[in-house]
Structure formats: structure tokens, C-alpha cells
């Protein structure tokens, strides 16, 4: 009896051993640089504000139905500064360029989020604020040489008095002043800048609803865009709120909006689901000042809890009710 247990706690570590050494020889494999399945890279380490970052990368092995890659980008304090979606093409290779600035407002170490399915990646770069320009020296007139005289007979000549010299102008340093996101500086004073939607800086699209509704283009998605930008953006608290939301929100909405590719019938439920939602989303649209987006946002949010959740418990206890008192 004790041979067999010696013999079976031996077996049992031999292949620990060579588990282990499988591992081992895999992880360094990986290091020594064969190629990921999914990869990513910049042309650059460092950037600074006005800088074009080009992002690319390949897929080894393509899905048999299309399928972006989700690419975010994460500022040193954990706050999603931008996030994109993008088709590969035939071979698997995707690229597209972000503008370094914008809401890219804190030196640091950023990091570059791709997703594909469930393979996922990342890459980092560093981006510096600009600094204020070099100071402007006028130059100085060089001083012109004395021209000696004639000497005169018997008379020893006199060295004329050297031209005194101008002084040297101070430099003139052009005060820079650092705005952030959504302002910029007008004589000296940050100011809010008035522009049209760049969803590339503001944040990404709707993943779930896109893929509930199939397109980018249909009338829902284009009805959550616009109340996002022409609204919420435009405010502080929604501004705030958008921050908040796209923290949660995109940390879980590209295995879903996987999941409705996956399955048409999840995809159907998903969209009569959303319709309830957007209907009354389209309230926010009259919605211009700071009280008024406050308050209809509030009011929206009160009347989606009771839709989604209020009225379905109502209705729950309703039913246990009826079905209790008919025991």
C-alpha cells in the first residue's frame, strides 16, 4: 500500500514538472516575439498637444461575420478619453488617427484599449502639454569700427570717442494660458468654444443600440448622438453625467452588442426593449439651458426606473397577489 502512494505522489509530480516546463517555454515564446493574434502599435512614444496619433494593428485570425475592433484610449486617471470602432479589412490590418488634445488635458502614460471578440490588447504613449513659445530677442546693430583720422603734421593724431552702444531690448515672452476641455483662450481669458459634434473626442457611438438597429446611420442611434452632443455636452452636469456613464457603460456593452451579432433573437429583444427608452430620450431634445437639461434629465431618468423597474415590480406583486388569494 505504501509503494502505490509512493509511486502515485512521484506520477504526480513528474507532471507538475513537465506542466510546468510547458508553461514556462510558452510564456517565453510569447516574450521572444512571435506573433499575438491581436496586436497594436503607434509611430510614436510621445506626442504632444496638435499631434496626429496614427493607431494600427492586424488580426491574425478573422470572425466569419463582421465584426469591429473597439478601440478606447484611458487617461493616467482612469477616465476614457476616446473610443472608436473599426472594420479591418480582408487581410485583418485596421488603423485610424486620433488628434492628440482636447480632452487629452494631463501630462502622463495613456493607455490604448483593443478588443476584438474576446481578444483584447493594449499599448501605452506618453503626451506632454505644449509649452509657452520661446521668448523673441530683437537682434542688436553691431557696433560700426572707429574710422582713425588722417594724422596731421607735428599734430599727434586724437582717437575719436567710441559711439556708445544701445542697450539691449528685454525679451518680449508670449503668455501662454492653459484651457481646458471645451474652452480656449481669447486675449488671455479661457472661453467656452462653440463647435459642432466631433465624436471622435466626445466619446464613441451607441455599441448596443448600433447593433440592435444594425447601423450607425439609423434613426435611433442618430437620435441618441444628437441628444448627447447638442444637450448633455453642452452642459456642465451633463458633461459630468457622460463622464460618469461612459466609465460604466463601456466596460460591458461590446460583449453584448458580440452577443446580439451572435443571436437575431437577442438582437430583437434588445430593440423592443430600447424603444420604450428612446421614446423618452426624444424629451431631452427642447432641453438648452443648464436648469433645463437638469431637470428633464432628472425627470427621464424617474420615468425609465418606472418603466423598467417600477411598473414591472407593480405588476409582480399584483399577480403573486391574485394567484395567493385564489389558494
Given at each position: 500500500?505504501?509503494?502505490?502512494?509512493?509511486?502515485?505522489?512521484?506520477?504526480?509530480?513528474?507532471?507538475?514538472?513537465?506542466?510546468?516546463?510547458?508553461?514556462?517555454?510558452?510564456?517565453?515564446?510569447?516574450?521572444?516575439?512571435?506573433?499575438?493574434?491581436?496586436?497594436?502599435?503607434?509611430?510614436?512614444?510621445?506626442?504632444?498637444?496638435?499631434?496626429?496619433?496614427?493607431?494600427?494593428?492586424?488580426?491574425?485570425?478573422?470572425?466569419?461575420?463582421?465584426?469591429?475592433?473597439?478601440?478606447?484610449?484611458?487617461?493616467?486617471?482612469?477616465?476614457?478619453?476616446?473610443?472608436?470602432?473599426?472594420?479591418?479589412?480582408?487581410?485583418?490590418?485596421?488603423?485610424?488617427?486620433?488628434?492628440?488634445?482636447?480632452?487629452?488635458?494631463?501630462?502622463?502614460?495613456?493607455?490604448?484599449?483593443?478588443?476584438?471578440?474576446?481578444?483584447?490588447?493594449?499599448?501605452?504613449?506618453?503626451?506632454?502639454?505644449?509649452?509657452?513659445?520661446?521668448?523673441?530677442?530683437?537682434?542688436?546693430?553691431?557696433?560700426?569700427?572707429?574710422?582713425?583720422?588722417?594724422?596731421?603734421?607735428?599734430?599727434?593724431?586724437?582717437?575719436?570717442?567710441?559711439?556708445?552702444?544701445?542697450?539691449?531690448?528685454?525679451?518680449?515672452?508670449?503668455?501662454?494660458?492653459?484651457?481646458?476641455?471645451?474652452?480656449?483662450?481669447?486675449?488671455?481669458?479661457?472661453?467656452?468654444?462653440?463647435?459642432?459634434?466631433?465624436?471622435?473626442?466626445?466619446?464613441?457611438?451607441?455599441?448596443?443600440?448600433?447593433?440592435?438597429?444594425?447601423?450607425?446611420?439609423?434613426?435611433?442611434?442618430?437620435?441618441?448622438?444628437?441628444?448627447?452632443?447638442?444637450?448633455?455636452?453642452?452642459?456642465?452636469?451633463?458633461?459630468?453625467?457622460?463622464?460618469?456613464?461612459?466609465?460604466?457603460?463601456?466596460?460591458?456593452?461590446?460583449?453584448?452588442?458580440?452577443?446580439?451579432?451572435?443571436?437575431?433573437?437577442?438582437?430583437?429583444?434588445?430593440?423592443?426593449?430600447?424603444?420604450?427608452?428612446?421614446?423618452?430620450?426624444?424629451?431631452?431634445?427642447g432641453a438648452n439651458s443648464?436648469?433645463?437639461?437638469?431637470?428633464?434629465?432628472?425627470?427621464?431618468?424617474?420615468?425609465?426606473?418606472?418603466?423598467?423597474?417600477?411598473?414591472?415590480?407593480?405588476?409582480g406583486i399584483t399577480v403573486?397577489?391574485?394567484?395567493?388569494?385564489?389558494?
Amino acid at each position: 500500500m505504501k509503494m502505490k502512494l509512493s509511486g502515485f505522489l512521484a506520477f504526480t509530480l513528474l507532471s507538475i514538472s513537465i506542466l510546468s516546463f510547458g508553461l514556462t517555454g510558452a510564456v517565453n515564446a510569447q516574450s521572444d516575439g512571435l506573433t499575438l493574434p491581436l496586436s497594436i502599435s503607434t509611430e510614436s512614444s510621445t506626442y504632444t498637444a496638435g499631434n496626429s496619433i496614427e493607431i494600427s494593428g492586424s488580426i491574425q485570425n478573422l470572425v466569419e461575420y463582421d465584426q469591429p475592433v473597439v478601440l478606447m484610449i484611458v487617461s493616467p486617471d482612469g477616465n476614457i478619453v476616446t473610443i472608436q470602432q473599426i472594420s479591418p479589412d480582408s487581410s485583418g490590418n485596421y488603423s485610424t488617427t486620433v488628434k492628440a488634445g482636447g480632452t487629452m488635458n494631463s501630462n502622463g502614460e495613456y493607455e490604448i484599449r483593443a478588443q476584438y471578440g474576446a481578444q483584447k490588447i493594449t499599448t501605452t504613449f506618453n503626451f506632454i502639454s505644449g509649452d509657452a513659445s520661446e521668448p523673441v530677442v530683437e537682434p542688436v546693430a553691431p557696433t560700426p569700427e572707429p574710422v582713425a583720422p588722417t594724422p596731421e603734421p607735428v599734430v599727434e593724431p586724437v582717437a575719436p570717442t567710441p559711439e556708445p552702444v544701445a542697450p539691449t531690448p528685454e525679451p518680449v515672452v508670449e503668455q501662454v494660458v492653459n484651457c481646458g476641455p471645451g474652452t480656449e483662450s481669447v486675449n488671455g481669458v479661457c472661453q467656452v468654444v462653440q463647435t459642432t459634434t466631433q465624436e471622435s473626442e466626445e466619446g464613441g457611438g451607441c455599441l448596443i443600440a448600433t447593433a440592435a438597429y444594425g447601423s450607425e446611420m439609423s434613426p435611433q442611434v442618430q437620435l441618441l448622438r444628437e441628444i448627447r452632443d447638442n444637450q448633455l455636452m453642452n452642459t456642465e452636469s451633463g458633461s459630468a453625467f457622460m463622464s460618469t456613464f461612459n466609465n460604466v457603460y463601456y466596460s460591458f456593452s461590446p460583449a453584448i452588442a458580440d452577443m446580439q451579432r451572435d443571436s437575431p433573437i437577442l438582437k430583437e429583444i434588445v430593440k423592443v426593449g430600447l424603444t420604450p427608452m428612446i421614446s423618452s430620450l426624444s424629451l431631452m431634445e427642447g432641453a438648452n439651458s443648464e436648469s433645463e437639461v437638469l431637470g428633464l434629465g432628472l425627470s427621464v431618468i424617474a420615468l425609465n426606473l418606472g418603466m423598467y423597474i417600477a411598473a414591472p415590480a407593480l405588476i409582480g406583486i399584483t399577480v403573486h397577489q391574485q394567484i395567493k388569494s385564489r389558494k
